[in-house]
């Protein structure tokens, strides 16, 4: 058997009822007062009309909307004159490297980035090669820093995308492990047993 009491319904409260209590709780906020949250649930509380707003206008329901702004403080305190000298970043000032990279002609730039992708592909192969067995995972890291990190620091600390020395840089690996691969090969006869 079921113990709970039917008879026990709580209030559910109606439109004009919400819309009476948003009414009296926006006019004591207005006049500073208190809410009284105490009777918000009882629907015999007395129907009260607000001196604000509300009263001029029967219909009016208020919403977190029609809340008055906040008078700002007239004078602000010293973390707050601090927070904003944070914010403004003023003028910037391009660094040597990019001035240098802002100069160069486009073609001159894209030589740079042909060698120095080249480069770091060379030395991404050489780091996965050279270290040996004992030190091959430290290897693999320098190899995937150098593969994914140097390039995005490079274009954030240049300001400039560096999509021709990523490109340079796949190459470059792509010959390389070619040519370790035919090495390694010779060296053992082509033979998938040694």
């Known amino acids: 058997m079921d113990q709970q009491n039917p008879n026990t319904e709580k209030h559910v409260p109606t439109e004009e009822e919400i819309a009476r209590l948003e009414a009296e709780a926006v006019a004591a906020l207005q006049r500073g007062e208190a809410i009284d949250r105490r009777g918000a649930g009882d629907a015999a509380a007395p129907a009260s009309v607000p001196d604000g707003e509300a009263a001029t206008r029967p219909g009016f ?18 973390d707050v004159a601090a927070e904003s000298d944070d914010d403004d970043d003023g ?8 001035k240098r990279i802002n100069a160069m002609p486009p073609e001159q730039w894209k030589r740079w ?12 192969v050489a780091c996965l090669f050279i ?3 004992e030190l091959s995972s430290y290897g693999l890291i320098v190899a995937a820093l150098l593969a994914i990190v140097l390039p995005r620091y490079l274009e954030r600390a240049w300001r400039c995308k560096l999509n021709t020395a990523r490109m340079a840089m796949i190459v470059a690996m792509a010959i390389g492990l070619a040519i370790i691969f035919v090495v390694t090969g010779m060296r053992h006869g082509f033979s998938l047993k040694a």
């Open 61 to 78: 329901v208020p919403y977190v909307d029609d809340v008055p702004d906040p008078v700002p403080d007239p004078a602000p305190s010293h």
């Open 91 to 98: 003028e910037y000032i391009p660094s040597e490297m990019e």
């Open 113 to 124: 980035q042909l060698l120095g992708g080249a480069g770091v592909g060379i030395a991404i």
């Open 131 to 133: 270290f040996g067995q």
